[in-house]
């Protein structure tokens, strides 16, 4: 039975003097064909491609080709790789041309030869393409007699052209309109690559920048999505056969220690066929399809003989663990007599190997069962977890097609989504999942995400973002407003991508797997190079780097936005904080110093005093601001507005525990001098509070922290009656901030903190 491969491509990269001369961008011809056809191999070795490649060197210093006959017809054309797997030993014999050869070759004839060998390769084989990559500036002098007969064959063997390199331009907005910088003999070459071109079928001629545009970036290896049938039943009499395919999957990242083995395996198997290896009458290797794509060919020819006397294939370490008991002793305990446990608190709970079956949850046969409908905004997108999605089709069934399709306009039309059970195998795990309806003008579907369970879900609490301090003004929401708009990727200007964004994720590449590639790419050709982790190749850079577009226009938007959001350095202030030698240096007082006096220490002067109350010991700085002689009234309000920010920035009800007992010493503070400054001000408090935090307020009437009344001091004239009814709070639930049960686990934990982490014990 005749093999099946992809494609059969055969590079004819032309060496010769012509293709030295210099290009606009003062790169040669030559350098740049080398960087092609070396994207083109890398990224068939990268994707473990099953296309076979062969090269042909044109204008080389040998001839080694059927069809050279010695007198002068087909010379200096040499097959240099026959047509198999990409591998490394290609991208290095095109990398060894630093300079151009002196042998000119014919181009048209190097067409015949890649043709005739093609046709005589693929004999007993099947592909699904045949390709002929040129790359040649066509600057040698060919006669057209034999172009129809050529043609002709290529249309017969179904062969395509690819044409890279000449700059030819068939309107005048493409390139310039002036032909003097060519030669003649290239002007007429090109015209006649063209004629080629334009009579074989799906075959095209480009520039050197629109080749490197779409080979400067890896492709991922191809696979074939497999289906996954089932059947999706709604209650117990509608069954639908359905076929799910995987349409977004994370790619999986490479494995290091695959690679090496497939690396010295490759490396083994190349260097047995090479030992037995013989050239070919016609002067051709016989090596057709060996996959030797990650060889480095320097390491083939050192290490022959270590391959050929090996018998292993690997050199297998084997882990000995032994088991002892904790003590003196410690005796080493038997395997037979190790179980597995698990902690359950504090207490180790055994499980023997007739436990093992009980803990296993058995969910059943596969299945994709319907539990019920809902409305999509109760599937909100915070909520899609699972590493990827599916895409569900009907059977190809006349019944079933129908049923399917009423099914997904029906709950497109209501807006509703499923809620299904799904498990992929017998007793594998199950998940839920949300089907959601998906009609497009080709087809009809629903698309599966996975759902998380109450566990998996995280319940995240923050304080108010905005507060009166840093409330935006309506300028500054309006430059934040036009700096969106200016940096749209979805905006008309960009034509090309006007429906999916300068970001389509269909054609954003991974920058880590490409950056991955590269270095592969370069230490395969040279394995001695040294890598630094900044070296990051020009074109990964780009592929999540913002476009000059988008960034010149936000440019206006940007300096607005610096003017009205001004940034202050804040300089600490100078003795803030003292150094420890300072802190516990002994106090030496010169004769120049004032010997303090009681009065000065009790009563110290106000004006040197700053005025701030810290959240670290609110308390202290309270009673210091007091006893300095600070106004009452200004330390209550600094000392009002760390209760309000301890409160409203709390995340759990024991949060509230630092701001109550602030509560309580600004109460006592003012009930001796003036009950009127706190009963204001927690009237308003009152106010202000958010039913999310009546758990605080719960804590003030139990403490009976309320208003300060008049049998409390005479100065009040709040009766107990008022407070009374001050205190009662509104039938409102904390459902926000539960009392948590104290984890007694949490006893055994000694947290310390240093300036790096927190580390408990």
């Known amino acids: 039975m005749a093999r099946t491969a992809h494609e059969a491509i055969i590079i004819v990269l032309d060496v010769g003097p012509n293709v030295g001369q210099l290009l606009p961008n003062g790169e040669t011809f030559l350098s740049n064909a080398q960087l092609c056809a070396t994207q083109i191999l890398q990224r068939k ?106 043609i002709q064959g290529l249309q017969t063997e179904e062969i395509q052209i690819i044409s890279i390199g000449p700059q030819v331009y068939t309107t005048q907005s493409q390139g310039p309109s002036s032909q003097d910088n060519k030669s003649e003999v290239q002007a007429e070459g090109e015209k006649l690559i063209t004629r080629i071109i334009e009579q074989v079928d799906n075959s095209v001629i480009c520039s050197f920048e629109d080749a490197i545009a779409q080979l400067m970036y890896f492709e991922q290896k191809k696979t074939r999505p497999t289906p996954w049938k089932v059947v999706m039943d709604i209650g117990s009499t509608i069954r639908i056969p359905l076929v799910g395919y ?62 050929m006397d090996s018998d292993d294939d690997e050199v297998k370490i084997e882990k000995d663990r032994i088991y002892r008991t904790v003590g003196d002793d410690a005796a080493p305990i038997p395997d037979a007599d190790v179980i597995e446990g698990y902690m359950f608190g504090t ?30 905004q109760n599937v909100p997108m915070y909520l899609h977890t699972g590493d990827g999605c599916h895409q569900f089709f009907p059977e190809k069934e006349e019944n079933c097609i129908r049923a399917f399709s009423a099914l997904v306009q029906a709950m497109d039309s209501k807006d509703m989504v499923a809620i299904v059970r799904k498990v992929y195998r017998k007793d594998s795990t199950p998940t839920m999942c949300a089907l959601f309806p998906m009609i497009s003008p080709v087809f009809q579907c629903f698309v599966c995400i996975e759902l998380p369970f109450s566990e998996d879900v995280k319940t995240l609490l923050f304080p108010p973002l905005v507060g009166e301090k840093n409330k935006p003004s309506k300028e500054q929401l309006d430059a934040v407003d036009n700096l969106i708009t200016s940096m749209d990727l979805m905006a008309t200007e960009y034509e090309e991508d006007a429906e ?35 070296e990051v190749d020009e074109a990964v850079r780009l592929l999540l780097s913002s476009s000059e577009e ?35 240096q002994q106090n030496k007082l010169d004769d120049s ?30 009673k210091n601001l007091v006893d300095a002689g600070i106004p009452l009234e200004k330390a209550c309000d600094l000392m009002a507005q760390v209760i309000r920010d301890l409160v409203f ?87 926000t901030f539960p009392n948590q049960p104290v984890d007694e686990d949490l006893d055994d934990l000694v947290c310390i903190w240093d300036k790096n982490n927190l580390k408990c014990m």
């Open 500 to 534: 999916t964004g300068l970001f389509d994720p269909h054609k954003t590449l991974d920058p880590y797997e490409q950056h991955f590639h590269s270095i592969i790419a370069k230490k395969a050709l040279n394995k001695d190079m040294y890598f630094s982790g900044v």
């Open 550 to 584: 988008v960034l010149e226009s936000a440019k206006p938007c940007l300096d607005e936005i610096k003017k009205l959001f001004t940034l202050t350095e804040i300089v600490p202030k100078e003795g803030a904080r003292k150094a420890a030698a300072d802190i516990f």
């Open 45 to 150: 070795i990268l994707a473990g491609s099953k296309d076979e490649i062969g090269l042909i060197l044109l204008g080389s210093e040998q001839t080694n080709n059927p069809l050279a006959d010695g007198e002068g017809s087909y010379n200096n054309i040499e097959i240099a790789h026959t047509l198999q797997l990409a591998d490394w030993q290609m991208v290095k014999t095109i990398s060894n041309y630093e300079k151009c050869t002196t042998s000119n070759g014919d181009w048209l004839d190097a067409l015949i030869v890649a043709a005739d060998y093609m046709r005589s390769a693929i004999e007993g084989k099947r592909f699904k393409e045949k390709k002929i990559v040129l790359l040649s500036n066509c600057c040698a002098d060919v006669s057209d007699d034999e172009v129809d007969s050529v």
């Open 246 to 307: 995987k349409k977004v999957a994370p790619v999986k990242p490479h494995n290091m220690r695959d690679i090496i083995t497939s690396y010295n395996k490759s490396a083994r198997e190349s260097a047995a066929v090479k030992s037995k290896q013989e050239p070919t009458s016609d002067g051709i290797s016989s090596l057709q399809s060996l996959d030797i794509s990650r060889i480095h060919p320097d390491q083939i020819e050192t290490q022959d003989d270590e391959f």
């Open 593 to 622: 110093t004032p010997t303090p006096t009681p009065s000065s220490l009790c009563h110290p002067d106000s004006s040197n005093v700053t005025a701030h109350i810290g959240t670290v010991h609110p308390q202290e700085d309270f």
């Open 347 to 376: 207490t180790i709970v055994p499980v023997t190997e007739d436990d093992i079956p009980g803990l296993t949850y058995y969910s059943g046969e596969k299945c994709l069962s319907v539990l019920g409908f809902t409305k999509k």
């Open 649 to 735: 920035k709390a995340f759990d009800a024991d949060d509230f525990n630092k701001p109550f007992k602030c509560l309580i010493s600004l109460r006592k503070a003012c009930l001796e001098k003036s009950p009127v400054i706190f009963n204001d001000w927690i009237s308003k408090f009152k106010n202000e509070l958010p039913p999310e935090k009546v758990g605080f307020w719960e804590l003030i009437a139990s403490g009976k922290a309320g208003l300060i009344t008049s049998s409390e001091t005479i100065i009040s004239n709040i009766s107990d009656e008022a407070a009374k009814q001050f205190l009662q709070v509104d039938d409102v639930k904390d459902e």
